[in-house]
């Protein structure tokens, strides 16, 4: 299982770092082809930045050109290029710490490697030598350009591997990862612009959210499956330490973190995990992103944009709400209920607004601080076409900010649903074609698998039928245990499999003995049925035959036909008969009583005669 498992991994890391070099050398072509930077030189490499581009080249410039770094660094501390006469910390003002950290790696580069034997790089120019040195070309990793340009191709493909990583662990399989990679690459001119903008702030603050993102699910899996929360002051210190980071690098860092937060005011009530758990983990998850958030602001000297952040009130909304959640836990048959997210969005909301207005009204911090009120103000000029500031509608203007076209918007559409789709179907195929595979291959198991599996099913054989080795010569009972034996060689001594099968009979005979008691059930009552509708079939077929008889005069009444006609003749008293002299012919004579039948006779139950009832008929006249 070790080895497997290594193997796995393994494999996994093969792939990821094959797309991780595939991606680099594909970008680095790309932009090669657009720019034939190769073949420039070093002022014609720089004239081709624009922008934004060539403002952050300058302080990474300004950087290399020192003799060591740290001179570099105090140079940006009081910068008076930009805004001439004052002075501006750059570092204060802008997200340079991708230029930071590459000047700092180059000035390693050049004290540590240059040798004669290993040169870093090589310069040369025309025989005209009054041109300045700008007008020479330089290649190799030691020129400062081609180092950052190499730094940005590098991170995109940590960017890739980090996606492929991400997608592996979400699916839980290679397809899952391969697929998010395609999917990046084929989105790539909507995902990122890494090729056509190099210097661009989210080229270097993507790997570091997508290795944050990972991380969080990466602990959200080990709770889930763990069902307990370890190693918090570790888990917080990484956390915090990676959202600061991508805060430095990105501006709109905090936009993707605001929602994430969002995300986490989601509760786990589906899980089996209890409420104290998940609420201590979102409880340290909101703390990291508040830490990491004041250590931004602390290293970029006092950036008061990172107070206007915003993800500051969402994260102080969760942490309220988790709190909440902790003190208050739901029982965990209460189902999924989301009436606390609406007070966490509330104080989301609530918190957001309060820090504005006491940051303004104290005079710590003013509205123009807030970065992100730009970009507030260009949301509703577009959507409600009403012109909000001077700065608002110069911005608007930039060709990045302008309108999506519907030309464009229909591109994006059929991107965004033929591709994922035809994706879909590749890697559903792939899988099918997996499992097809492995369907057909059988293997044959092991000898020590074989024994361990029987001796799991002997086990399983003695506690599920509570019998001892001793009642083994029972014929049934060995009976038993051979049908288990070959279930077990049917499922090829696979033990788990076998458990699945044992569980289906199992199901199976009970459903069939639900069914033939059913069946019994209704057999009884279509026999019920069945005797009802023939015993009235067959008394009216008597009942018919009785009134054609009596019709007729061929057939005597029935018992209860004679009682009705006797009762209907109503007699008022019965006849009082008067004793003769002779006493012999009172014991001799035979009289009848009012309901017909023989007083002092045996056979009460027997049918009178017809010439009984004509003595009866006789009597009722002489009676009159």
Known sequence: MKEQKLLLILSQSLIGTGFFFLYVQHVRSIFESRTNIAYLTQLERESLLRREDSLYYSFYKTLTEEADFWSGYDKLTNLTGIEHPQNVNVIQRFHVLPELAIGYLYHLLRRYAFTENFPIFSCWRSNDVRLPLEHRHCDGIGQPMQFYLECVWLLGGVTVLVIYIYGTLLSENIFGGIYAVVSYVMFHSFASKIYESPMARENFAFPIIFMQMFYLCLCIDRITERKAYHKRLFITIKLTLLTALALLCWQFSSVIFAT???????????????????????????????????????CSFSNKKYIFAWHIGPAIGLLFLSIERQVKPQTPNSGISFKTIWAGLLAAISVQGTLYDMLERTGFARS???????????????????????????????????????????????????????MYG????????????????????????????????????????????????????????????????????????????????????????????????????????????????????????????????????????DKATINSDSIPAAPKVETNDSGSDTNNRTFTDSSGIKSGDGNKNVRRTPHKSADCEASKADYH
């Not at 076409?385 to 059929?414: D, M, R």
């Not at 044992?502 to 059913?518: D, G, L, R």
């Open 426 to 561: 590749v890697v559903m195929l792939a899988k099918f074609f997996r499992k097809w595979r492995k369907g057909s291959e059988k293997k044959s198991p092991s000898k020590d698998n074989v024994e361990r599996a029987k001796k799991y099913v002997l086990e399983d054989f003695l506690e599920e039928n509570r019998i001892s080795m001793g009642d083994m010569s029972n014929k049934e009972t060995e009976n038993d245990l051979n049908e288990c034996l070959k279930l077990l060689e049917d499922c090829n001594y696979d033990y788990n499999r076998y458990k699945q099968e044992k569980t289906k009979s199992k199901n199976n005979k009970v459903f069939e003995h639900e069914e033939f008691m059913n069946n019994i059930k209704l057999l009884k009552e279509q026999i019920k049925e069945g005797t009802r509708n023939i015993s009235k079939i067959n008394h009216s077929e008597n009942s018919e035959k009785q009134q054609e008889e009596c019709t007729d005069g061929n057939v005597k009444p029935s018992i209860s036909e």
């Open 368 to 422: 123009i601080d807030n970065g992100f009120a730009l970009y507030r103000d260009l949301i509703v000029q577009w959507s409600f076409q009403a012109k909000v500031s001077f700065s608002t509608s110069i911005a608007a203007c930039n060709p990045a900010y302008q309108n999506l076209n519907i030309g464009h918007l229909w591109e994006l559409i059929k991107t965004l649903i033929v591709k994922p789709y035809c």
């Open 260 to 298: 994430q937060v969002l995300i986490m005011m989601a509760p786990w009530t589906p899980s089996s995990i209890s409420e104290m758990v998940s609420s201590t983990f979102t409880i340290d998850y909101a703390i990291s992103q508040l830490i990491a958030t004041s250590l931004a602001y602390y």
